[in-house]
T-cell receptor, first 114, second 115 residues
Framework: DAKTTQPTSMDCAEGRAANLPCNHS???????VYWYRQIHSQGPQYIIH???NNETNEMASLIITEDRKSSTLILPHATLRDTAVYYC???????????????FGRGTQLTVWP | DSGVTQTPKHLITATGQRVTLRCSPR?????VYWYQQSLDQGLQFLIQ???????AKGNILERFSAQQFPDLHSELNLSSLELGDSALYFC??????????????FGSGTQLSVL
């Protein structure tokens, strides 16, 4: 799986948008970009994923650059409960690949302040 | 609630002992994954089972073993425990074999403390 680079930590004021960047410059055309988060000692929680196009769901938006070498996770109105470690992961798409596992790096510790 | 159930939530044992961690995947999910999370190593993939068969292996020690039963629940067996095995152990499940477009759903983990 392609490696990702994320800032170690970020802060955000409650109610503001949190924009979490991720660099995946070695991503291949067969790899999805996934975002998970982990609230202190809980199991990781799926947020969103995408291949080429921008994606939005009830939790967040994912913006992927045209060259796919970087992406940004956007939490539009951050709350205190969004304080967590956010992991950006790239993952093979092909059926038959045995690389279904997720590789978790160190992620970004997002702290939302009141 | 992810739908993945792990038991027990906490386990305290002594060095040299053997323990079994249990995981029930979401209804209908065929794959089960085990991850270990320690403070210094982060989340490490251990092993994946798909429909009863081992599918992929990660950084799993020889003292550790796992299996997936016909009802699709899985057990992770840790033996000859050492202090360094103290960690959070997570189970996750996915619908199929973990292909690129599948989401993984994680349980709440088992906190293992080896004294």
């Amino acid at each position: 799986d392609a490696k990702t680079t994320q800032p170690t930590s970020m802060d955000c004021a409650e109610g503001r948008a949190a924009n979490l960047p991720c660099n995946h410059s070695t991503i291949s055309g067969n790899e999805y970009v996934y975002w998970y988060r982990q609230i202190h000692s809980q199991g990781p929680q799926y947020i969103i994923h995408g291949l080429k196009n921008n994606e939005t769901n009830e939790m967040a938006s994912l913006i992927i650059t045209e060259d796919r070498k970087s992406s940004t996770l956007i939490l539009p109105h951050a709350t205190l409960r969004d304080t967590a470690v956010y992991y950006c992961i790239v993952r093979f798409r092909d059926r038959g690949s045995t690389l279904g596992r997720l590789y978790f790096g160190r992620g970004t510790q997002l702290t939302v302040w009141p | 609630d992810s739908g993945v159930t792990q038991t027990p939530k906490h386990l305290i044992t002594a060095t040299g002992q053997r323990v079994t961690l249990r995981c029930s995947p979401r209804s209908g999910d065929l794959s089960v994954y085990w991850y270990q999370q320690s403070l210094d190593q982060g989340l490490q993939f251990l092993i994946q089972y798909y429909n009863g068969e081992e599918r992929a292996k990660g950084n799993i020690l020889e003292r550790f073993s796992a299996q997936q039963f016909p009802d699709l629940h899985s057990e992770l067996n840790l033996s000859s425990l050492e202090l360094g095995d103290s960690a959070l152990y997570f189970c996750a499940s996915s619908e199929q074999g973990g292909f690129g477009n599948e989401k993984l759903f994680f349980g709440s983990g088992t906190q293992l403390s080896v004294l």
